[in-house]
């Protein structure tokens, strides 16, 4: 009875020992993938800092005002008067509609509900 409880100890033993293995590859594998994760996102950071930085040069004032009158003939472009902008009563708005239609045939809940239980003192 000894030896059959020693050998089912050595089974269990080595059973728990060969899912502890497979738990630590499993748990080595999601870190080195949570590292590469980490490290595509500092790129990607990085992507976008330098990318924010090559937009803020690209739209100086200075270099926009230069392409401008660079392309004046070709693009046309004219400065900005007062008399191309509209007023607000000429602005065609959508007619407006009610939002909610009136209930014709009202349904009293109330007196759908049971009474309500008065507490006991």
Not at 33 to 46: D, H, P, S, T, Y
Not at 78 to 101: C, H, N, T, Y
Request: proline fraction near 8%.
């Amino acid at each position: 009875m000894k030896s059959l409880a020693f050998v089912l100890s050595i089974l269990a033993v080595m059973g728990l020992a060969f899912w502890a293995y497979g738990e630590n590859y499993k748990t080595q594998r999601a870190l080195s993938e949570v590292q590469n994760l980490q490290r595509q996102i500092g790129a990607l950071r990085e992507t976008r800092t330098v990318l924010k930085a090559e937009w803020a040069y690209l739209n100086r004032p200075d270099r926009l005002r230069d392409l401008a009158n660079l392309n004046f003939e070709r693009l046309e472009l004219v400065p900005l008067a007062p008399a191309q902008f509209g007023r607000v009563e000429q602005v065609a708005f959508p007619r407006s509609e009610p939002l909610f239609e009136l209930i014709e045939d009202p349904v009293n809940v109330a007196a759908l509900l049971p009474p309500a239980e008065e507490p006991q003192p």
